[in-house]
């Protein structure tokens, strides 16, 4: 990867995960494996670039009903889990082929919400090059660097019913074998 403050190239790793992540069936693997809970509520990652990500969480009743609550709209943890996907799958890209690699990690979250996710919700994070510059920052500094992200909710008629933040915090790790 190469920041340089105007446009971020990917490397050959990020590339291939890029495309991964974004095949449908790859995807869906991956979270049964390594996040159910994710693949159980049934979100999808529609959009990943070095500038955003668009993630989709399914609502309605007839196929997901376990993303509800009883108040007839989407449960907040299900939400949280489809806005940190579009934060989380830009930082995972800003990693990826990093040597010696990134470790990175959630320190913090806040969330307000709008109006109930009544509806199919698409979480949207447009801060791709801050997280680029994040990354950048931590290799050349060999210090930790935290920044705030956010992830917009909005139903598939454009209404927003909810704003995520989320602290990210970016370390290169010592020297690896």
């Not at 510059?133 to 992830?151: C, D, H, R």
């Not at 933040?165 to 690896?176: A, G, L, V």
């Amino acid at each position: 990867m190469l920041y340089s403050g105007k446009m971020i190239i990917l490397n050959k790793e990020q590339e291939k995960f890029k495309k991964a992540f974004l095949n449908p069936i790859k995807f869906s693997l991956y979270f049964f494996k390594n996040v159910p809970m994710g693949w159980f509520s049934g979100i999808k990652l529609k959009k990943l670039s070095e500038k955003n990500a668009v993630s989709y969480v399914p609502f309605k009743w007839y196929y997901r009903w376990q993303n509800k609550n009883p108040f007839r709209s989407m449960y907040f943890a299900v939400q949280s889990m489809g806005a940190e996907l579009s934060t989380a799958s830009i930082a995972t890209l800003a990693i990826k082929g990093i040597k010696p690699s990134i470790a990175f990690i959630v320190t913090g979250t806040r969330s307000t919400y709008f109006k109930k996710a009544t509806d199919n919700t698409i979480f949207r994070c447009d801060d791709g090059e801050k997280i680029f510059n994040a990354v950048t920052q931590a290799i050349n500094s060999k210090k930790g660097v935290s920044i705030e992200v956010k992830s917009i909710g909005k139903l598939e008629d454009g209404t927003i019913v909810s704003e995520f933040f989320f602290t990210w915090s970016f370390k290169q790790r010592s020297n690896e074998n």
